[in-house]
Nanobody
Framework: EVQLVESGGGLVQAGGSLRLSCAAS????????IGWFRQAPGKEREGVSC????????YYADSVKGRFTISRDSVGNTVYLQMNNLVPDDTAVYYC?????????????????????WGQGTQVTVSS
């Protein structure tokens, strides 16, 4: 059974930083594309970042490009999302998700339906 567990969320002032972690059991992260999504109240879940099976395939949404960095620790089977220079619009529940096929190409075309296993989410709140 695939289990993903996010951690690292919290309350931070605008301009601050947080690092989210996504730990996996039941799968080997190297074999899957891993995505980070977020969902703000009253809004649809949106893709934020993704790292493909090849670390050369990395995607960032325009809204976070230059501020967020995704990385993978293969030994620890954990994917991280380093978030810098946070702004109030980044406030949301953040989820990590795994692509069940292992062949997803991370891009702006990816969507919620491309991912099968999901974590429970971690709240990020950015105050102004």
């Amino acid at each position: 059974e695939v289990q993903l567990v996010e951690s690292g969320g919290g309350l931070v002032q605008a301009g601050g930083s947080l690092r989210l972690s996504c730990a996996a059991s039941g799968i080997t992260f190297d074999d899957y594309a891993i995505g980070w999504f977020r969902q703000a109240p009253g809004k649809e879940r949106e893709g934020v970042s993704c790292i493909g099976r090849s670390d050369g395939n990395i995607y960032y949404a325009d809204s976070v490009k230059g501020r967020f960095t995704i990385s993978r620790d293969s030994v620890g089977n954990t994917v991280y999302l380093q978030m810098n220079n946070l702004v109030p619009d980044d406030t949301a529940v953040y989820y990590c998700a795994a692509d069940p096929t292992g062949f997803l190409y991370c891009s702006a075309d990816m969507g919620v339906a491309d991912f099968d296993a999901w974590g429970q989410g971690t709240q990020v709140t950015v105050s102004s």
